[in-house]
């Protein structure tokens, strides 16, 4: 069982940065991938980003490439995405999720999910 808890969403406004955070509860964070996610209202929920259970391998959405960061530190049990230069489209709720092992960017594939957070962008 992991449960996931994120951190770090808000109002800002086009242009701006946020980092979210994503911490796991147990032991076995690192023999889990992680992946954030989003979903606007109205629309699917969608990648955004994922990251191996080592950290050595990244995907993301083309849509947030050289924008957003995803890293993790399995020290502290915590997955991190770095949101740079904003934009407006961005608006959503954020999720992080958990998958045993290989990861996906297809999110019927994980397992454990949050709560989710609101990332607001303004024009």
């Known amino acids: 069982q992991v449960q996931l808890v994120e951190s770090g969403g808000g109002l800002v406004q086009a242009g701006g940065s946020l980092r979210l955070s994503c911490a796991a509860s147990?032991?076995?964070?690192?023999?889990?991938?992680m992946g954030w996610f989003r979903q606007a209202p109205g629309k699917e929920r969608e990648f955004v980003a994922r990251?191996?259970?080592?950290?050595?391998?990244?995907y993301s959405v083309e849509s947030v490439k050289g924008r957003f960061t995803i890293s993790r530190d399995n020290a502290k049990n915590t997955v991190y995405l770095q949101m740079n230069s904003l934009k407006p489209e961005d608006t959503a709720v954020y999720y992080c999720?958990?998958?045993?092992?290989?990861?996906?960017?297809?999110?019927?594939?994980?397992?454990?999910w949050g709560q989710g957070t609101q990332v607001t962008v303004s024009s």
């Open positions: 147990g032991r076995t964070f690192s023999t889990y991938a």
């Open positions: 990251i191996s259970r080592n950290g050595g391998v990244i």
């Open positions: 999720a958990a998958r045993y092992g290989l990861g996906s960017s297809d999110p019927t594939q994980y397992e454990y």
